[in-house]
């Protein structure tokens, strides 16, 4: 089974790095016959189709990490029960930080002289103060994690 998961793997792999290479090719050949004075609009028109497939290639790749990661994940979990209650416990601590981030964020819009843009809502100000309570809360589980560990050493 291993031998056979192993080859076919090989083979996919093998084929999303020619479609990369043919889709460089491709881009690569087509950059050659710009003019050298094409304004960005030109550019952009004989270009930008291309780039959207460079985009869509890069939308697939991360959807492929993303659900092979969920499903390894999957079989591990299942294949060993223990590690698998751990990585559920530390999702679970990962999710109560973020509600408690969520908690403590403002989304009071903020006073900035002179700006017009349509940035300062609500939402988008509870977001980033949430992400930004994440990562302190984070940091900071990090770091007394590192000086636990370190202490702990000591005394063995």
């Given amino acids: 089974m291993n031998n056979t998961l192993s080859k076919v793997l090989k083979f996919f792999l ?3 790095l020619l ?3 043919l889709l460089t090719i491709v881009f690569f050949n087509e950059v050659k016959n710009i003019h050298p004075e094409a304004t960005f609009a030109q550019q952009d028109e004989q270009l930008g189709s291309l780039l959207d497939y460079f985009f869509y290639y890069a939308y697939l790749l ?3 990490a993303v659900l092979a990661t969920l499903g390894f994940s999957l079989v591990n979990m299942i294949m060993s ?3 698998g209650v751990k990585s559920l416990i530390s ?3 990962l999710v109560i930080i973020g509600i408690i981030s ?3 964020s403002s989304g009071e819009l903020l006073n900035i002289p002179g700006y017009t843009g349509t940035d300062n809502e609500e939402s988008i100000l509870k977001w980033s ?3 930004i309570y994440t990562t302190y809360a984070t940091f900071a589980i990090s770091f007394i994690a590192l000086i636990y560990s370190e202490v702990s050493k000591l005394f063995k």
Avoid: F, N
Wanted: hydrophobic share 60%; net charge neutral; charged share 10%.
């Fill in 62 to 64: 991360t959807v492929i």
């Fill in 14 to 16: 093998g084929g999303l």
């Fill in 81 to 83: 029960p223990k590690s």
């Fill in 91 to 93: 999702i679970a601590v």
């Fill in 19 to 21: 479609v990369a290479l």
């Fill in 102 to 104: 969520w908690s403590l």
């Fill in 129 to 131: 103060d949430m992400i």
